[in-house]
């Protein structure tokens, strides 16, 4: 059973099938993991009898499902895991949805003005990964492979730096979230507009599981 004063990061360590629940309410599991569920639910003007029940449902769906693996693998193998799988997946998908909002932003912005903030968040948003990516990928990761339980003091400070580009990316997506009215489709739209808002909920969710992963599962092998 969930208890309302279990962390929300924990509560998706231990029952990765939360974190599409905690999405939906746009409740941070990641950048501000720490919040207790009942918290994190009083933020959102949750009920948090429904939010538990919605979890819960979650959880026993998942009832012999694999688990989650990533939690017992080795420090290699979890940075293996973060860069092929969700490294390459938003270098593969940042580019597409950068054009495509600059598309639907050029041919609807006249009839819905926020699609040109939207367009600019997601410019951002891109920027900002990419880099935080390619800064990974040369030099935080490296040193992290090498590492004992214990980093360098260099090191520590680019673990930090990490999370504070994490809180950053957090709030670019929330920009996309309000710019876009939670994903909402006028029923006006075309393909690209509802393709656009489908890719930003896939980007959305993958970053959410993959900054989960660096701030409570890797982060902490190295006290931090």
């Not at 009832?63 to 940075?79: C, E, F, N, Y």
């Not at 270098?91 to 050029?106: G, I």
């Not at 040369?138 to 673990?159: D, I």
């Not at 997506?173 to 489709?185: G, K, N, P, Y």
């Amino acid at each position: 059973m969930l208890s309302p004063a279990q962390s929300v990061a924990n509560i998706v360590l231990d029952h990765s099938e939360c974190a599409q629940v905690f999405q939906q309410h746009r409740i941070d599991f990641c950048c501000r993991g720490e919040l207790s569920l009942e918290r994190a639910a009083s933020e959102r003007g949750v009920e948090l009898p429904a939010l538990l029940g919605e979890l819960e449902r979650a959880i026993a769906e998942r009832q012999g499902a694999a688990p989650d693996a990533m939690r017992d693998a080795s420090t290699p193998a979890l940075i293996d895991h973060i860069v092929g799988k969700h490294h390459a997946y938003l270098r593969r998908a940042l580019p597409f949805v950068r054009a495509l909002a600059a598309k639907v932003a050029r041919v609807h912005g006249e009839r819905n003005p926020k699609l040109r903030a939207l367009d600019g968040a997601v410019g951002e948003l891109s920027d900002a990964l990419l880099a935080h990516l390619d800064d990974e990928e040369a030099n935080l990761f490296p040193a992290l492979r090498s590492a004992g339980a214990r980093v360098a003091p260099e090191t520590a400070r680019a673990l930090a730096a990490m999370r504070e580009e994490h809180l950053a990316v957090a709030k670019l997506l929330e920009t996309i979230r309000d710019a876009s009215d939670d994903f909402a489709l006028p029923g006006w739209a075309c393909g690209s507009y509802r393709a656009l808002f489908g890719e930003l909920q896939a980007i959305e969710q993958d970053t959410f599981r993959h900054v989960h992963l660096e701030n409570h599962v890797l982060a902490p092998r190295f006290g931090q």
